[in-house]
């Protein structure tokens, strides 16, 4: 069974910057086959895509993070990076990484707490 842990999450000033880790583990992964993406959910509001890297092709992103956010892999570690640049006080969320394949149900890992303060 594939499991995913976040890792990176802190409180951060407003235009600090994090990089957000995620590393798939246990038997059976095919991350290099697999898009990943991260999500994120603030207090209150529903989960909201952030960015994905397909296995093949480009990234994208939500409008918000665009050009000051950067998600990247690393297939021969099976991990999936998220570099926030620019932060601010509305990045605040819970960010989850996600794994997901055509057929196949998604993964989820357990989320990171990113706090942005003014």
């Known amino acids: 069974q594939v499991q995913l842990a976040e890792s990176g999450g802190r409180l951060v000033q407003a235009g600090g910057s994090l990089r957000l880790s995620c590393t798939a583990s246990g038997s059976g992964i095919t991350f290099s086959l697999s898009k990943m993406g991260w999500y994120r959910q603030a207090p209150g509001k529903q989960r909201e895509l952030v960015a994905q890297?397909?296995?093949?092709?480009?990234?994208n992103y939500a409008d918000s993070v665009k050009g000051r956010f950067a998600i990247s892999r690393d297939n021969a570690l099976n991990t999936v990076y998220l570099l926030m640049n620019s932060l601010k006080p509305e990045d605040t969320a819970v960010y989850y990484c996600?794994?997901?394949?055509?057929?196949?149900?998604?993964?989820w890992g357990q989320g990171t707490q990113v706090t942005v303060s003014s």
């Open positions: 890297i397909p296995n093949v092709g480009s990234t």
């Open positions: 996600n794994m997901h394949r055509a057929g196949y149900s998604d993964i």
